[in-house]
């Protein structure tokens, strides 16, 4: 028995075994659907990388890109962005929360939670069912709750304490615990909440299944706290992991693994800033195999939707 803390609340854990591979990377291939609208039209053509078609002036492109890059969506500002990306939450919120007693979010550190902004917001704010919320962290900076690194009250100050989410459906790690331990408790208490089934188990992989993820990217290509070169990508069993090294500060962090965020219903990267844009072309469009990013070796079960303004989408 161990504990991960929920808020002010503890949420009590138990352990059951870890399993299976590093799912692959799915493979580019040759299909992919264009979406138009009456102002934008942008093709990825897979034998080149190349984007062709046209960008005129609007709030929005739309973009698919082959299954495994996922659908882009470019914005003229962070606000339009912004605005799409409540829509989309609240969305799949609604939808999902139809079916089930609970709605599984993962949030990652950085920009992303300023870009939710929005949802909390009206008609977002009445109409989500935030007592189906059940949050967690994709990476969480292993440092006090009150330390202005902590990836957990960032999200509190600028998000979840505008929202009605009952304080045990808020799933922070131990703070108390050095990293490994935070590590370890983070993923008894998924552990948990998969055979209690609060967390969809995906069939096929075995790892847990998050109706959504809302991640950051960093300009390196990193995601989470998994960094190019880093040995925890190759990570197979474990679901929470934990380094010390961490390029970016603070050292130490926890992280979910690779195969857990590939397991994922529904992924969306939010990124904006033209110090991003190379990483984000590598991302959609280079094919090479050797040397992929950390973004490159994403590719969930289900779907993976970019949420990127003019500046990140400047190389496309
Ligand atoms: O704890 C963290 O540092 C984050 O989870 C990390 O993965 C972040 O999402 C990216 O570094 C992007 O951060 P920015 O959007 O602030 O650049």
């Known amino acids: 028995m161990a504990s991960c803390r929920a808020l002010s609340a503890n949420v009590r854990l138990l352990a059951i075994s870890s399993f299976t591979r590093l799912l692959p990377r799915v493979p580019l291939n040759s299909r992919f659907v264009a979406v138009e609208n009456a102002f934008n039209s942008l093709r990825l053509n897979p034998n080149s990388g190349e984007f062709r078609g046209t960008r005129t002036k ?20 962070e606000d339009d962005l912004s605005a799409s990306l409540a829509k989309y939450t609240a969305d799949l919120s609604n939808r999902i929360s139809q079916e089930r007693d609970s709605f599984t979010v993962v949030l990652s550190g950085g920009s992303l939670v300023k870009s939710l902004r929005k949802i ?35 999200a509190f100050t600028e998000f ?8 045990g459906n808020v799933y922070t790690i131990n703070d108390a615990l050095s990293a490994e331990g935070a590590a370890d408790d983070y993923e008894t208490c998924l552990k948990h909440l998969v055979k209690s089934k609060v967390i969809d188990r995906s069939e096929s992989s ?6 959504l993820m809302l991640m950051g990217m960093g300009p390196d290509g990193h995601i989470a706290s998994l960094f190019p070169g880093h040995p925890l990508l190759q990570e197979d069993e474990t679901w929470v992991s934990f380094i010390k090294d961490s390029p970016k500060p603070p050292p130490e962090r926890i992280s979910f693994t690779l195969p857990v965020i590939n397991s994922s219903a529904n992924i969306a990267f939010v990124v904006t800033g033209a110090g991003k844009a190379t990483a984000v072309r590598r991302a959609l469009t280079d094919s090479a195999d050797s040397d992929l990013l950390p973004v490159q070796l994403v590719a969930p079960e289900g779907e993976l939707v970019w949420f990127l303004d003019k500046g990140a989408a400047s190389k496309l």
């Not at 609007?58 to 500002?77: I, Q, W, Y």
């Not at 109409?127 to 902590?150: I, L, M, N, Q, T």
């Open 206 to 211: 075995g790892f847990p299944k998050f109706d």
């Open 120 to 154: 909390v917001e009206q008609p977002y704010i009445d109409s989500v069912d935030w007592s189906k919320w059940r949050v967690f962290w994709v990476d969480e900076r292993v440092v006090p709750k009150d330390h202005p690194e902590s990836n957990y009250l960032l």
């Open 58 to 77: 609007s709030s929005m492109a739309e973009t698919m890109t082959p299954k495994s890059r996922g659908k882009v969506n470019v914005f003229d500002s």
């Open 160 to 167: 979840l304490s505008k929202i009605p989410i009952p304080a």
